[in-house]
Every structure is written in C-alpha cells, then in structure tokens.
C-alpha cells in the first residue's frame, strides 16, 4: 500500500513499503493530486510485482514506456525498475550481432549488413 503525501511549498511525494520491507520514497515535486494519485497506484502494482514475483498487467507496462526520464530514474532509485541505460545505435548493432550473429544464413547476413550499414548512414553510430 502507498500513500500520497503533501510536503511544504506544495509539493507531492509517495510513500510505499518496498519488497524488503523498507519504507521508500519518491518525490514527485508539484503537480496535481489527481496525477499523484494515478503514479501511486502504478507505484503499487510495480511493487506487488516485486511481491509476487508476476509479471506486470498491460496498463503499468504500457504507462512505463511513456513516462520521462526524469521519473523512470526516480522509480530506479527505489528498486521498483531496472535502471535505463542509454546504449548508441552501434553498440545495439553489435550487441544484436553477438546474440544472433552465429546461427544465420549466409543471404541473413547480408541483409543485415545493408539494414546496419543504412541505419547507421542515416542516424550515425551514436
């Protein structure tokens, strides 16, 4: 269970007991209690996960996907996702090509050479 909380000059912050049993808490500066209320209950469902062990329900998935930055990395302090970490175009390119390169036709290789060597001229390696 997770609360909302009121500090001085307006601000917002949430409360929770974590996984561990620890109390947590993530500032969410001043915005709306209405918008408060709708981190906490995703804030609750990350943490019942955590719990459980289960997976997260399509809602709280697609919600994590569209949040900033700023708050991902809040959730991240607390344990509640895994941290972001930002990768450049060719260190995905190279990742890929590690886990999938080995079992692949010869005609597969050469696509993905022209996909990589494309995405690359267009976008750049970082």
Known sequence: MASVSNDLGGTRR???IAADHSRKT???GKISQRLAESVKIRV????????TGGSLDR??????TKISDELRDKLARVGLVDA???ITLQQAI????????GAVKPQTRV???HTFRNLLEHFGPN
């Open 14 to 16: 949430i409360q929770f």
């Open 26 to 28: 993530i500032r969410l």
């Open 44 to 51: 609750e469902a990350l943490v019942s996960r955590q719990i």
């Open 59 to 64: 809602d709280t998935s697609a919600w994590l």
């Open 84 to 86: 972001y970490e930002a």
């Open 94 to 101: 190279d990742a890929f090509k590690q886990k999938r390169g």
């Open 111 to 113: 696509n993905w050479g």
